[in-house]
């Protein structure tokens, strides 16, 4: 009944400044009493001021009628925000002041002149059109710094209802940009989402008995009993499930605000936005990830993890609509999942801080059921210590935001954010959750697709994700015992090093003081500790050399052979041809330039020939269409170098020469961002200082490829120690180069 006894608040209230008005003498033309910000908007909470203002044309005196309209108000015990101002003056004062423009926005007639009051919401309006563009950057560091200061509803302890990101402020700003005519938001969603927070409201300052927006610890269990809930945490879930719909919608809609911005007004004539094709099936438009034409959801089971990836990658929008319908229409993913899909669910949490707002649509959506049901046992559920930010879901993002800084320390980055997205799912019941989680984390990860032992890592990381922390904290490190008590948990140093990564990205997504440098030195000072005991570094990939019948054609005339055949939801490529230095780098740069997806690669020298066999993301490929490519890089009728060009990559490549690894080459691990060109540049730097690769791993994990190639002179033999710096200096500024 909330709705029903604020808009009779309002009547009685607005009867009363009528009446008031009346009593004063207040002329019937060229003066009015308006009301502004929540009683303008008919939304009187049960404590709430009546913020009104007497204003007048130019020219009219009404000092007489100010000094008697305020009384009769003061005496129905009415709490009174009010002001005496001209027309001017009204404009003036929202020209300088944001939170005046504001408020005005939402003026409505109490008494006096109609038709000034309409003229006066009419120049509000029209001022804040026209200025929009000048004027919304400084709104939004306004609403930046609100939530920075007062936190976030989702998450508070003490929710702040009004003024907390997702809270009934943000829902006044959001009607305030829709009015600017620049961006739309979901009007059903908005109106029901802001209705819900004034009801809650209404009732949070009845259970006070005093004007409050805040919802305190005791109040819970008489708030829920009021909304007819269960108990207290059935109430905090719905507020906090309110709240962080208010944010998503928020943060959807000044994504749209800035995108607006940065386009030319003219832009907005546009009829119809371009379509900017990015993957197959979506595309880019106006700022947001949509489908484009030739989408087929219902025969692409990877399309919505690909919308979402790209969406994350970039920092944009996934569209909600987009989203809603892949929710709907696309073909559920089978068990267990293709490599592609895998692949892309690593680089969307993998991607940074753009996971969070994509994240968000795919919870608001319900698109997180369609690959990972599981989620639902985390969701906005509160942590049990009070030292965490977030609830536990949005802690899990977090975590994954992290440890997407530290993808270049670890051997196994997929391994790494899958971890990061599950080391909390078992929370939320009686058994440890370290415990309850590694069950279920191996279900998830075999769902994925991953391989056995991956699936046995990541397992092994949830169960053992708090290990570092509790042992560095509690047991002495000098003892024996302690390093012996991590190193038979964890196995080998692979494991110590993604555990270590988990470790990091997890304290930093609980709270500042979680990873400070005390508690930092300490599991650092266990991990190598534990590191020396479990021997040297993590063994590379072992190359594998199969003996391939070489095609009649490459043996008479030395031309290249390219062979292709389907695998899964790729194509298998292998290339036959007269070695030479280069070569490996002329066949990157074939497929960088049709943008097909490196997945895996090996590459190797059999008898007179090279030899590579490639495994990418793209199916049906016409080996007649590479061969062309193929030839006209081969001949240089391509400017490779400079069409492969792209944007600056999150993290700087690493590049490392490894003198452990081989007696009879020169070994380089080289790990960078997967974009298409990266094989091209790394193998042409190579080939540049007159370097033959003999052999290569190639594997792109999630977002990053991590690639060893065993190197020899040309003319056979290690490189010395001098060389192989070189070749690491010229690889590493290579990739640096290319990426801008």
């Not at 038709?115 to 804040?128: E, I, N, P, S």
């Not at 494991?495 to 990564?501: D, E, H, I, R, Y």
């Not at 066999?613 to 490519?629: F, H, I, M, S, T």
């Amino acid at each position: 009944m909330t709705a029903a006894e604020r808009a009779q608040r309002a009547s009685d209230a607005d009867e009363l400044c009528a009446k008031a008005y009346e009593q004063s003498g207040g002329p019937g033309s060229g003066a009015a009493l308006v009301a502004v910000g929540g009683y303008g908007r008919g939304e009187l909470a049960p404590y709430s001021d009546l913020d009104v203002v007497l204003v007048s044309a130019e020219g009219v005196d009404v000092r007489q009628v100010a000094e008697q309209v305020w009384y009769p108000l003061w005496d129905s015990g009415s709490k009174l925000d009010h002001s005496v101002r001209t027309f001017p003056e009204m404009v003036a004062a929202s020209d300088a002041d944001l939170k005046v423009a504001l408020g005005l926005l939402d003026l409505r007639h109490l008494a006096g002149d109609p038709a000034l009051t309409l003229q006066l919401r009419t120049t509000m309006l029209g001022q804040w059109r026209r200025s929009a563009r000048d004027r919304l950057p400084a709104l939004h560091d306004l609403v930046r710094n609100r939530h920075d200061l007062v936190g976030e509803l989702a998450h508070l302890s003490v929710p702040d209802l009004k003024e907390a990101e997702g809270g009934l402020r943000d829902a006044t700003v959001l009607k305030a940009l829709v009015a600017t005519w620049l961006v739309d938001v979901p009007h059903v969603e908005l109106e029901r989402t802001r209705v819900a927070l004034l009801d809650l409201r209404d009732q949070v300052q009845d259970c006070a008995g005093r004007a409050t927006d805040r919802i305190a610890p005791e109040m819970w269990e008489l708030l829920a009993e009021r909304l007819e809930l269960a108990d207290a945490r059935a109430a905090q879930v719905q507020v906090r499930e309110l709240g962080r719909r208010m944010a998503h919608l928020s943060h959807l809609t000044w994504r749209r605000v800035d995108a607006a911005l940065a386009r030319p007004a003219a832009y907005e004539s546009a009829r119809r936005p371009g379509l900017t094709p990015l993957a197959p099936g979506v595309a880019l438009a106006s700022g947001e990830v949509v489908l484009d034409a030739r989408a087929r959801p219902a025969e692409d089971p990877a399309l919505l993890l690909r919308a979402a990836a790209i969406a994350a990658e970039r920092d944009v929008v996934l569209a909600p609509a987009t989203a809603a319908r892949l929710v709907r229409e696309c073909a559920p993913l089978p068990v267990p999942w293709p490599d592609e899909a895998r692949q892309l669910l690593v680089r969307l949490l993998a991607s940074g801080r753009g996971l969070l707002g994509v994240w968000e649509t795919l919870e608001e959506t319900g698109a997180l059921d369609s690959f990972l049901p599981e989620w639902e046992r985390v969701r906005l559920l509160p942590h049990a210590s009070a030292i965490h930010r977030f609830t536990v879901d949005r802690h899990v993002v977090e975590t994954c935001v992290e440890a997407s800084t530290l993808i270049r320390d670890v051997a196994r980055p997929d391994v790494l954010m899958v971890a990061a997205l599950l080391h909390d799912i078992g929370k939320g019941g009686l058994v440890s959750h370290s415990v309850a989680g590694e069950p279920i984390a191996r279900e998830i990860a075999a769902r994925m697709g991953f391989a056995p032992d991956a699936v046995d890592l990541i397992a092994r990381l949830v169960r053992w994700h708090l290990l570092l922390s509790e042992t560095a904290t509690t047991r002495d490190p000098d003892d024996p015992a302690t390093v012996e008590l991590v190193s038979s948990q964890v196995g080998d140093t692979e494991a110590l090093s993604l555990l270590l990564a988990l470790t990091e990205a997890d304290a930093k997504a609980t709270a500042p003081k979680a990873w400070s440098s005390w508690r930092s030195g300490l599991i650092r000072d266990l991990a190598r500790r534990t590191r020396a005991a479990l021997d040297s570094g993590a063994a590379l990939p072992p190359i594998v050399i199969d003996e391939l019948e070489i095609p009649r054609a490459v043996r008479r005339r030395g031309s290249a052979s390219i062979e292709t055949e389907a695998a899964g939801d790729g194509t298998r490529v292998t290339v036959i041809a007269p070695d030479r230095v280069g070569l490996l780098a002329d066949v990157a740069a074939m497929f960088a330039m049709q943008r097909v997806p490196v997945r895996a690669a090996r590459a190797w020298a059999q008898e007179q020939y090279g030899v590579s066999v490639w495994e990418v993301g793209e199916p049906d490929l016409d080996p007649a269409v590479l061969r062309q490519r193929f030839e006209a890089v081969v001949d240089k009728r391509v400017d490779v170098a400079r069409r492969l060009t792209g944007p600056a990559a999150a993290l700087d490549p690493s590049v490392v020469v490894r003198p452990e690894a081989s007696d009879q080459a020169t070994v380089l691990e080289v790990r960078a961002a997967d974009r298409p060109g990266v094989l091209y540049q790394v193998c042409a730097a190579l080939a540049g200082l007159d370097v033959a690769v003999r052999s290569a791993h190639v594997d792109t994990l999630g977002p990053q490829a991590v690639d060893v190639f065993y190197l020899q002179e040309a003319s056979a033999g290690v490189l010395s120690d001098r060389r192989a710096a070189e070749a690491a200096h010229a690889v590493r500024d290579a990739l640096t180069a290319a990426a801008g």
